[in-house]
């Protein structure tokens, strides 16, 4: 590129040190043409001091000789000088001996002209080296810049980091049975693993991936972590939760943001396991070291599709006390080692095959002997769940838990509300029913305690009343599912004459103390209510009939069967 020298010399300060008032005032004056600005001393301390004033000096340009020194004595003194930013020096003298000459660069010449000075070589030695001074002080504004932003990036990601930290603590339980291992990549993990106990003691799990990793993939992730939390705790099934995280991602987060997911629920008193898996590597229901079901991605990830072609059905699987379920994100499975190998399902299956007791600890090393590092190039997370271990919520669960919590200053109240057609297929009466059940004061303990009952009499009303499903088909090989199959058939042609109806009356007696009545009632043709309930333990049609049973103070079914009213009293 050929730039002129006037081009570089605009508002550019010469700083001319030379005894000879002569050559000073010409070397001056021929700067001056050029379009510099210049500055003329002509002793080595008067030099000094104009430096140390603090004037602008872009370039000094130095006569070896002078009065009261030397050119090389200028430059120790200089180096010693309190100055922040030393100007490039152009040494000017009649020396042209090479050890001379490498004497002075050592000492920090920036360039040397030889007397009789060139004018025209030395317009070009001083616009070269006002260029660099230029490129210098940019580089130096550059760094400045880069580190305030780096100051300012890292004090924002604090507290992000913050934020996203507190968000998960406070939507997040320490459960036992639930065990997870998450290493991100980066100071923010894409990558959340969630669990919760709904009203109704069920455990509900979440393993999500958001799309990349970082920061970016942290705040995709957020949202799903609120809904999550705030679903569960109102006493949500699957399906509307996946179905609002989707909406929502779907309607606030850019096209190519999204988040696989796998959420699970366990009905731990009804041995039955329901996940859906969206966009996920697959999952598994393990026991003794053997693969007893794999839980394929059956679904796209959230935030994809739009509502009306959003799939948010689950997959049900009887499960046994001595398995344990098994997930991962792809973090884990697309790890590659120094050769580029991915660690692979089959790598996973192996490990989990050697049946080890400590599945999470054997396979977190077993990931780090074929990666060779710590730095994994994604998140990586897994989770292992034992029902086993699971607290019994429902089972503690007791009359004597809620006496006296039905407080004899409430005053009496009465709601009902009524379900009918599709809406029945994401049957959320007992939500609803919580929901005003905390509004109205009630304390969390009998919440659950109502949640479980209202769960389990709605339950069976939509699928013995309205749907005439056999439970006795659970009790078949393959029977669970033959049941949920033919379920599903069976929601999916519900009109708006199938219907269910709840209501809740609190009776305030001076006798017999507060008496809480709940009654459902659907628009089947009525079925034989207890006799499902009257088989031994090991039945699954009738464990949750009992639970009803052992809760409530009575229980009245009506004629023809469609029709079932439970009081719960505190005396």
């Not at 200028?74 to 030393?86: C, G, K, T, W, Y």
């Amino acid at each position: 590129m050929n730039i002129r020298v006037e081009q570089i010399a605009f508002n550019h300060c010469i700083l001319v040190v030379d005894d000879d008032l002569l050559l000073n005032e010409l070397f001056c004056q021929f700067l001056q043409e050029k379009g510099f600005l210049t500055r003329g001393e002509t002793s080595l301390s008067d030099a000094i001091s104009s430096i140390e004033s603090g004037k602008p000096v872009d370039l000094i340009l130095l006569d070896y000789q002078l009065g009261d020194g030397t050119g090389l004595e200028f430059l120790e003194r200089l180096s010693r000088a309190n100055i922040e930013n030393v100007p490039p020096v152009i040494m000017v003298s009649t020396h042209e001996d090479p050890d001379f000459l490498e004497k002075c660069f050592s000492s920090g010449v920036a360039d040397y002209v030889i007397k009789p000075v060139n004018l025209s070589l030395l317009a070009l030695k001083v616009s070269s080296l006002i260029r660099s001074v230029e490129l210098q002080r940019l580089i130096s504004l550059q760094n400045f810049e880069l580190a305030r932003f780096k100051q300012d990036a890292e004090r924002e990601e604090a507290v992000a980091k913050f934020t996203y930290e507190y968000l998960l603590r406070q939507n997040n339980q320490k459960i036992q049975g639930v065990n997870i291992w998450l290493k991100p990549s980066s100071s923010f993990s894409g990558d959340i693993a969630i669990a919760k106990v709904s009203p109704g003691g069920d455990l509900y799990f979440l393993l999500a991936d958001a799309t990349g990793h970082g920061l970016s993939a942290a705040i995709t992730v957020m949202p799903v972590v609120s809904i999550f939390d705030t679903m569960v705790a109102k006493g949500f099934d699957i399906q509307p939760i996946v179905i609002e995280m989707n909406r929502k991602l779907e309607r606030d987060t850019p096209h190519d943001r999204f988040v696989a997911a796998v959420v699970i629920h366990i009905q731990k008193n009804e041995h039955k396991i329901h996940v859906w898996n969206g966009g996920m590597p697959p999952a598994y229901w393990i026991s003794k070291g053997e693969v007893i079901h794999k839980f394929k991605s059956q679904h796209m990830a959230l935030g994809i599709l739009e509502d009306n072609s959003f799939d948010a059905n689950v997959e049900t699987l009887a499960i046994s006390d001595s398995g344990y379920f098994f997930a991962c994100s792809d973090g884990l499975l697309e790890q590659e080692n120094a050769e580029g190998e991915c660690f692979s399902q089959e790598r996973l299956l192996n490990v989990i095959r050697s049946d080890p007791s400590d599945l999470l600890d054997v396979l977190g090393a077993t990931l780090f002997e074929h990666a060779q590092t710590e730095s994994y190039r994604d998140d990586v997370s897994f989770c292992v769940i034992r029902p086993d271990g699971l607290p019994c919520y429902a089972n503690t669960a007791s009359l004597n838990a809620i006496e006296g919590s039905i407080k004899e200053e409430f005053s009496s109240f009465s709601w009902q509300v009524r379900m009918s057609g599709k809406k029945l297929a994401h049957c959320e009466l007992s939500p609803l029913c919580n929901k005003f059940l905390q509004s109205v004061g009630m304390d969390q303990k009998s919440c659950q305690i109502i949640f479980l009952v209202v769960t389990e009499m709605v339950s069976n009303a939509l699928d013995h009343g309205v749907l005439r499903l056999d439970s006795g088909l659970k009790e078949e090989p393959e029977g669970f599912t033959r049941y949920f199959q033919e379920r599903e058939e069976r929601l999916a042609k519900l009109t708006n004459a199938d219907a269910i109806e709840l209501s809740l009356r609190l009776e305030l007696s001076n006798a017999g103390g507060p008496q809480l009545v709940v009654t459902v009632e659907d628009t089947g043709d009525g079925f034989d209510f207890f006799g499902k309930a009257s088989g031994g333990d090991d039945l699954l049609s009738g464990r949750g009939l009992k639970l009803i049973k052992s809760l409530a103070q009575s229980v009245e079914i009506f004629p023809p069967g469609n029709r079932i009213q439970v009081v719960i009293s505190t005396h």
